[in-house]
């Protein structure tokens, strides 16, 4: 279980991560957008649909579900994709940042 104070913290850390991993997705849509390996407008379609159900199904494991007794599952995901910066773990308690190290369990 996280404490508190690290709940508090994470709370801000989950928010900041989901501006930045949507900022990815837009991007990956723009580029899909500006492909020109797909040459017609059908195939755009049809590329953008399948990336967006795909981050769906991320964003769902990545953000769904906020609760405390997720918050260190959910934390080391976040890590292990890259959406939280090294000054935001600082905030956080060294159990908490060990814990939530991805490559601990790799």
């Known amino acids: 279980m996280i404490s508190e104070s690290d709940w508090k913290k994470f709370k801000k850390i989950k928010e900041a991560a ?47 579900d906020h609760s405390r007794s997720k918050a260190v599952i959910q934390l080391m995901m976040l890590r292990g994709e890259g959406m939280v910066l090294a000054e935001e773990l ?14 601990k369990y790799a």
Do not use: M, W
Not at 41 to 63: A, M, P, T, V
Not at 90 to 103: C, F, H, K, M, R
């Open 90 to 103: 600082e905030s956080l308690s060294a159990q908490i940042i060990e814990d939530t190290n991805p490559n």
């Open 18 to 64: 989901l501006e930045r991993f949507c900022s990815r997705i837009l991007k990956d849509v723009e580029d899909g957008l500006d492909s020109e390996k797909i040459d017609t407008s059908h195939g755009r379609y049809l590329y953008i649909y399948k990336l967006i159900e795909n981050y769906d199904k991320q964003i769902g494991l990545l953000f769904n």
